[in-house]
């Protein structure tokens, strides 16, 4: 890392603070609490660090991701490298993937998923046609509902309180919280499969389409507009 993320590390008095635990939370804080002027340790169990994004080397020389194979919106990434005063960009390669994935459904039909709207609803229109239509409407209100609901994901929720705020309250229209993802999804698209493609990312939360919340459309919208990323070497070449 260059030199003013390492600055802090001068500074005298400085507080000590302990993390247990050196995966991706861990390291993100100490990387921040550090950047503050704190002196860090990191407390570890494993003989390496990643936690989830763990990244396990055979004795033949091949990788494999013990938890997450991509990375999803880098921007948060970037933002805490920023703050430390380093970049993303210079410390890691990142690989944006087009397509973003093959989707094989039960009677062979396929779709390669792309972030190029153009070819997406040409290959909606192959599978489901009438379908392709609802791809921009569902793009532009997912587009609205994160810029609604990203301060709120970055509120701390100190107390109680804080559910209620105006933020939380101004995005509840576009949370929809009486709906679930695919009762969300059948507004734009009819053919359950298409409805599938852009809620199987719910199994990153563990949870089915057909019970969690309408809010995380914005998991599939996320992918199509910010990206899927591969970081060169495996998960674990970030931490």
């Known amino acids: 890392m260059n030199a003013p993320f390492a600055a802090p590390a001068l500074q005298a008095n400085r507080p000590r603070v302990a993390i247990i635990g050196a995966g991706p939370g861990g390291l993100a804080a100490a990387m921040l609490l550090a950047a503050q002027g704190a002196r860090v340790t990191i407390h570890e169990k494993d003989a390496v660090i990643g936690g989830r994004t763990r ?12 938890g997450p194979t991509f990375f999803l919106y880098p921007r948060i990434l ?8 380093a970049s993303l960009e210079e410390e890691v390669k990142l690989i944006r993937l087009d397509p973003l994935y093959r989707l094989v459904f039960e009677n062979s039909a396929t779709i390669d998923a792309t972030p190029d709207l153009d070819a997406m609803e040409a290959a909606l229109r192959r599978l489901a046609p009438g379908d392709e239509r609802g791809l921009r409407p569902f793009m532009e209100e997912n587009r609205r509902k994160l810029a609604a609901f990203r301060p709120v994901l970055e509120n701390p929720f100190a107390s109680p309180t804080r559910f209620m705020s105006p933020g939380v309250l101004k995005s509840l229209p576009l949370m929809r919280p009486h709906r679930t993802v695919d009762e969300d999804l059948a507004t734009y698209f009819k053919d359950p499969r298409v409805r599938l493609a852009f809620s199987f990312q719910t199994k990153y939360l563990g949870m089915s389409p057909f019970r969690c919340p309408s809010l995380f459309t914005i998991l599939s919208f996320l992918e199509y507009e910010h990206g899927i990323f591969h970081p060169v070497g495996g998960c674990g070449a970030v931490s």
């Open 55 to 66: 990244t396990l080397t055979t004795e033949q020389g091949y990788r494999f991701d013990l």
């Open 78 to 85: 970037s933002e805490i490298f920023s703050s430390c005063g």
